[in-house]
């Protein structure tokens, strides 16, 4: 390499889907950072994104045991969860708006199938 040669013009350099900077690990398949098929992520933006995505999935959890569990006491407590989590993500859609859309996507159809039976079993 000559020198002054810039190392990003021989070096591949994987940067961070949302925020551009360089991700700092070595491409898909070895240790880069992806949630489902989002990214690849620098380590900051990855935490961020996990919590919501971790938040998301145990949320999906819940609703699932409340379908067999049927206690209208904890419905309203997944329901107020739900409702928490889409503010939460809200501030999230200015931060990373691409993800976030695709979480809130979740939460909708979360709640028009688990929350929906539920309500319907409620009565
Ligand atoms: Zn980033």
Redesign the pocket.
């Known amino acids: 390499m000559a020198e002054g040669e810039d190392i990003l013009t021989w070096q591949k350099v994987e ?7 360089p ?1 700092g690990f070595a491409g898909k398949g070895e240790d880069s950072l992806y949630l489902d098929n989002l990214g690849p ?6 935490e961020v994104a996990r919590y919501a995505y971790n938040h998301a999935i145990d949320i999906a959890k819940n609703a699932t045991k409340q379908i067999h569990e049927q206690q209208r006491e904890r419905v309203k407590k997944l329901k107020g969860e739900l409702a928490i989590c889409c503010y939460e993500f809200e501030a999230l859609l200015e931060m990373f708006p691409q993800t976030a859309n695709i979480l809130l996507t979740r939460i909708a159809v979360i709640r028009s199938l688990g929350i929906a039976e539920l309500e319907a079993t409620d009565a």
Do not use: D, R, V
């Open positions: 940067l961070c889907t949302y925020c551009g900077e991700t992520w620098c380590q900051e933006c990855y």
